[in-house]
């Protein structure tokens, strides 16, 4: 039976992680994520599960990670300056096939920046901001409801693929406060890591068993294997040949990438007819509805793409929108980071017009709105 709750996006998010059965957490405390860290300073001891406030988010992610490889679900959270701090450790964690969960809440930047205030401008850090070849799995909810089912859609991916996910929120949505139904626990399907079938003795800890991700046992269940930040051969030991070296980096991306038609996650509105389309993502994907909303009721063919997953990027389902679209309009709060994207894949199909804000305050539905009308001429 769904249990309806007055929850603030960051409150969400907890009891998202919860419901997937996160058992570790550790974090340092940075606006406008903190209220994730103190909710799980306050659920996780009561559910035997393990919080750990740590000196810096250097060591929270590094906690993170060894948690992982000792069998518990584990997630942090943090904002810019955080996430930028976290980097190498999230190169580290892709390299060597641990799934964890990072929540960025993001805000104003560079730097410091505008610490109270929202802001997109994360998006390609979160894609690009680890050194190195690696894919990366990056979710951006735009209400309360989403930063619970897209957190336990966070663990469900990185146990899937062995791989960090990060679950891209920002700073309006994560203090918003809204009324939700949320699903009871049987509701809830959950994925947990791949086991090894053989034992310990014959166990080759990165062999390919067919579907890209090899079986992960836990620390402390007799299987003793090398984890290392080098690039590595099927036993987990380091290699530089160029005949194990290729075929492995290759292997990390392919385990995602095979499955793109299952991540194309998106929620459309309006497009059966539309010839203007928008694609946005996070809160001003909630603007945009709005404005979609009043453009159609002055008789303009508006539709709207909402973005649930932005790494991969969803091209496939961009691609059908751009062959029925004469415009694309994105608008984000940054200088262009998601229109970069929707700009590579478009090829020539389409026009695309963007709207950027960068003073680290929400794009409101009226401004998008203007830009439609502009757009009609």
Same mark, same amino acid.
């Given at each position: ?12 998010? +907890? ?32 559910? $035997? ?50 799934? $964890? ?7 104003? /930047? ?43 859609? &966070? ?5 899937? @693929? ?41 166990? +080759?800890?990165?062999?390919?068993? /067919? ?58 509105? @309006? ?8 694609? &946005? ?17 002055? /008789? ?13 990027? !969803? ?17 984000? !709060? ?7 994207? +929707?700009?590579? +894949? ?30 009609? /001429?």
């Amino acid at each position: 039976m769904k249990k309806t709750e007055l929850l603030q996006g960051n409150e969400a998010c +907890v009891k998202g992680a919860l419901a997937a059965d996160c058992r570790f957490f550790a974090a340092y405390p940075i606006t406008p994520s903190s209220e994730i860290a103190h909710r799980m300073a306050y659920e996780l001891p009561r559910r $035997c599960g393990i919080f750990i406030q740590a000196e810096d988010e250097i060591a929270s992610l590094g906690a993170v990670i060894g948690a992982s490889l000792a069998g518990a679900k584990s997630m942090t959270a943090t904002s810019g300056p955080g996430f930028s701090l976290m980097q190498e450790h999230i190169s580290f964690a892709s390299i060597a096939e641990v799934p $964890c969960v990072i929540v960025n809440v993001m805000r104003g /930047g560079p730097s410091t920046g505008v610490p109270t205030h929202p802001s997109q401008g994360d998006v390609m850090q979160a894609r690009w901001g680890a050194h190195g070849d690696h894919p990366i799995i990056v979710l951006a909810p735009s209400s309360v409801a989403e930063c619970f089912s897209l957190t336990v859609e &966070a663990f469900n991916l990185s146990e899937k @693929y062995r791989t960090p996910v990060i679950v891209l929120s920002d700073e309006f949505i994560a203090h918003l406060r809204e009324k939700v139904s949320l699903p009871s626990s049987d509701e809830i399907e959950l994925v947990e890591r791949p086991k090894p079938a053989e034992p310990p003795e014959v166990f +080759v800890p990165y062999r390919d068993p /067919g579907t890209g991700v090899p079986p992960m046992p836990s620390f402390g269940e007799g299987y003793r294997y090398h984890v290392t930040g080098l690039c590595h051969d099927e036993r987990g030991y380091p290699t530089t040949r160029a005949d194990e070296v290729e075929p492995f980096i290759r292997r990390l991306f392919h385990k995602i990438s095979r499955d793109l038609d299952k991540l194309q996650w998106g929620e459309t509105y @309006y497009t059966e007819d539309s010839t203007l389309n928008i694609i &946005a993502f996070g809160s001003v994907a909630r603007a945009g509805l709005t404005a979609v909303k009043t453009a159609r009721a002055k /008789g303009m063919k508006v539709g709207l793409l909402k973005l649930l997953i932005l790494f991969p990027f !969803m091209r496939r389902k961009v691609t059908q929108l751009m062959e029925s679209s004469t415009t694309i309009l994105v608008p984000e !709060m940054n200088m262009g980071q998601i229109s970069r994207e +929707v700009k590579r +894949v478009n090829q020539g199909r389409c026009h695309v017009e963007t709207l950027n804000r960068v003073a680290h305050e929400p794009i409101m539905p009226q401004e998008i709105m203007h830009k439609i009308e502009e757009i009609y /001429g």
